[in-house]
């Protein structure tokens, strides 16, 4: 009912920026937060970012001061601009959305298929 499409991945050098889209369509009422997480190689996922319908945000310490994460209400899509990028920073990044379906109006929890973000020199 409802689809995330991620774009904006690929291979950056240390210090360098990047900027990940994630455009949800489908059957949409509403949309509550929206976020970005990741994964590396051998790790859990975790939050990197989230923003409420409303603007507030909120930020894993790890990128506190270096990414920023927005959204468009009025297109359904969340940015997360990523600046002085680490090798650290290396993984699949996610994007999710907690969506209010058409059919239901219940909320549902959806997530991207990933988009590959590698910080190397």
């Known amino acids: 009912q409802v689809q995330l499409v991620e774009s904006g991945g690929g291979l950056v050098q240390p210090g360098g920026s990047l900027r990940l889209s994630c455009a949800a369509s489908?059957?949409?009422?509403?949309?509550?937060?929206m976020g970005w997480y990741r994964q590396a190689p051998g790790k859990q996922r975790e939050l990197v970012a989230t923003?409420?319908?409303?603007?507030?945000?909120n930020y894993a310490d790890s990128v506190k001061g270096r990414f920023t994460i927005s959204r468009d209400n009025a297109k359904n899509t969340v940015y997360l601009q990523m600046n002085n990028l680490k090798p650290e920073d290396t993984a699949v990044y996610y994007c999710?959305?907690?969506?209010?379906?058409?059919?239901?109006?219940?909320?549902?929890?959806?997530w991207g298929q990933g988009t590959q973000v590698t910080v190397s020199s």
């Open positions: 999710n959305a907690h969506v209010i379906v058409v059919s239901t109006i219940r909320e549902y929890n959806y």
């Open positions: 489908g059957s949409i009422f509403s949309i509550y937060t």
């Open positions: 923003i409420t319908s409303g603007g507030s945000t």
